[in-house]
């Protein structure tokens, strides 16, 4: 599975942001699609998933209610909708692939794409 990740950019605090991944290789009807963030001089943390086949959703806390997941069945392609942008959500943004369901431990997934920065400004 090779995953494009795309639609970073520099936005304001409180604006909104569209991240794509799409995939290619294979359909990811068995897959389940994570996005993860790394900022400069910090871990990569978990930031969304979803499972393709029943398309169940899991977020953390400090992104709950202002991203959202979701996925376009004809398109092979995940999209992250970041709204309510903060300074703190600055990032390279990256996807990533795993047979079966969704799990927020980067460990799990096999695959990722290149990531995308994300940057917000106060």
């Known amino acids: 599975v090779q995953l494009q990740a795309s639609g970073g950019g520099l936005v304001q605090a409180g604006g909104s942001l569209r991240l794509s991944c799409a995939a290619s290789?294979?359909?990811?009807?068995?897959?389940?699609i994570g996005w993860f963030r790394q900022a400069p001089g910090k871990e990569r943390d978990f930031v969304a998933a979803?499972?393709?086949?029943?398309?169940?959703?899991y977020y953390p806390d400090s992104v709950k209610g202002r991203f959202t997941i979701s996925k376009d069945n004809a398109k092979n392609t995940v999209y992250l909708q970041m709204n309510g942008l903060k300074p703190e959500d600055t990032a390279v943004y990256y996807c990533a692939c795993r047979r079966g369901v969704l799990s927020d431990i980067e460990g799990r997934y096999d695959y990722w794409g290149q990531g995308t920065q994300v940057t917000v400004s106060s």
């Open positions: 290789g294979r359909t990811l009807s068995s897959y389940a």
């Open positions: 979803i499972t393709w086949s029943d398309g169940s959703t």
